[in-house]
Nanobody
Framework: VQLQASGGGLVQPGGSLRLSCAAS????????IGWFHQAPGKEREGVSC????????HYKDSVKGRFTISRDNAKNTVYLQMKSLKPEDTAVYYC??????????????????WGQGTLVTVSS
């Protein structure tokens, strides 16, 4: 199983980025995908999650209205569209897979598979 996170980069405050999480060796029909981020010196935190069967989504309060998680089952890929980015969004972003349903936007220890991370830097 591999999860390939991509799409990070340097963006100015107020800008946008779209992260992708391409899965191989598992099907998004069966797995929920979560996005987590880890800022320097801080613990990894949940950002968002999308369940497999019903597509229910969850978001951390600080990203509601700015981030949108979606999936394309045909491409076996999950996206995280990030808008109105703030300096405090700067972190390494990871995607992870767990069986079927999300446990809110967190549940770090309940994920089976992890991608390698992509760095998002929000700075002027």
């Amino acid at each position: 199983v591999q999860l390939q996170a991509s799409g990070g980069g340097l963006v100015q405050p107020g800008g946008s980025l779209r992260l992708s999480c391409a899965a191989s060796g598992l099907s998004l029909v069966d797995y929920a995908i979560g996005w987590f981020h880890q800022a320097p010196g801080k613990e990894r935190e949940g950002v968002s999650c999308i369940s497999s069967s019903d597509g229910i989504t969850h978001y951390k309060d600080s990203v509601k209205g700015r981030f949108t998680i979606s999936r394309d089952n045909a491409k076996n890929t999950v996206y995280l569209q990030m808008k109105s980015l703030k300096p405090e969004d700067t972190a390494v972003y990871y995607c992870a897979a767990r069986w079927r349903r999300c446990s809110g936007y967190g549940g770090y220890n309940e994920y089976e598979y992890w991608g390698q991370g992509t760095l998002v830097t929000v700075s002027s």
